[in-house]
């Protein structure tokens, strides 16, 4: 199983730096990702197919309503997971960061199994090594951070 998607990771990983995936992808990467957690209970998620993914839960900054989001994330040791704020290479922070500083608290779904998490920022002298540990799961992954013109905020979420 890991062969083919070594194999498939390949083949899309390029396609996912192409303006028309960065175009496309926000728009309807959700609604199949809420239709397959729907029909499977939370269990399967199109993007854990080539990457680790979870189903980031969290209170908006603004509405305090439950805001949910699927996210790539990247293991970090000790049940933690690191994601970053790429919305695609957009000029804009993606809104789930801006849930995180405001409530760090929060939840995660991985597998179908919820777990609450608390998230820091990661801090400026980490960013090299933290985008390391990134693109050595997903190569060039960081090239989204250096066409958004922004500095990605890359968090990580701790089990609480």
Do not use: C
Not at 7 to 17: D, E, M
Not at 75 to 91: E, K
Not at 95 to 117: F, K, M, Q, S, Y
Not at 134 to 154: F, K, N
């Amino acid at each position: 199983m890991a062969g083919l998607v070594s194999v498939v990771r390949s083949i899309v990983a390029p396609l996912t730096r192409t303006r028309l995936f960065r175009v496309a992808a926000p728009v309807l990467l959700p609604p199949i990702e809420r239709l397959l957690a729907a029909l499977t209970g939370g269990r399967v998620q199109l993007s854990a197919l080539l990457v680790p993914s979870l189903v980031l839960h969290t209170i908006g900054a603004r509405t305090g309503e439950v805001r949910d989001v699927p996210l790539m994330y990247t293991p970090d040791g000790r049940g933690r997971a690191i994601v970053a704020g790429t919305n695609f290479a957009g000029t804009k922070h993606p809104a789930w960061t801006a849930n995180l500083l405001a409530h760090p608290d929060a939840t995660i779904t991985v597998r179908g199994r919820e777990l609450p998490v608390r998230a820091s920022l990661i801090p400026d002298a980490e960013r090299d090594a933290t985008w390391a540990r990134i693109e050595a799961q997903w190569p060039g992954y960081r090239g989204y951070e250096r066409d958004s013109g922004r500095t990605v905020r890359l968090f990580r979420l701790q089990p609480v």
